[in-house]
Nanobody, 122 residues
C-alpha cells in the first residue's frame, strides 16, 4: 500500500523560506510521479509542482516558477519542495500526492498525505 506523508510546514515571514518534505513508500514500480498541491482558505485546491522518478519537473502554477523548486532526495527517500521568497498569498495547506502516471495527469493522483500548514505572515 502506498503511503504519503508531508512534513516541514510552519510560520514564516514574507520573503522567508521553507522546505517541505514528502515521504513516499510502498510503490512496487520504478516510475511514478509525486506532486505538491495547496489549498488556501476559501479556495479550491491547486497544483503547485510535480516531479517524476525520472526527474522530469512540471510546474502547475506560474506564480511559483521563480520561487519554488522540487527535487528528489534519494538519501532520505523524500521529494522536497523548496519555497523561497514566500508571499502571504502562499499561505495554504500543502499536500503531497503520488501516482503511477506522468505529472501531466494532474487529476489522476490517488495517494494523498494529510497536509501540512504553511502560513506566511509578519
Amino acid at each position: 500500500q502506498v503511503q504519503v506523508e508531508e512534513s516541514g510546514g510552519g510560520l514564516v515571514q514574507p520573503g522567508g523560506s521553507l522546505r517541505l518534505s514528502c515521504a513516499v513508500s510502498g510503490f512496487t514500480v520504478d516510475y511514478y510521479s509525486v506532486g505538491w498541491f495547496r489549498q488556501a482558505p476559501g479556495k479550491e485546491r491547486e497544483g503547485v509542482l510535480c516531479i517524476t522518478t525520472h526527474e522530469r519537473t512540471t510546474y502547475y502554477t506560474d506564480s511559483v516558477k521563480d520561487r519554488f523548486t522540487i527535487s528528489i532526495n534519494n538519501a532520505k527517500n523524500t521529494v522536497d519542495l523548496q519555497m523561497d521568497n514566500l508571499e502571504p498569498e502562499d499561505t495554504a495547506v500543502y499536500y503531497c500526492a503520488a501516482g503511477v502516471h506522468p505529472c501531466s495527469w494532474i487529476q489522476s493522483f490517488n495517494s494523498w498525505g494529510q497536509g501540512t500548514q504553511v502560513t506566511v505572515s509578519s
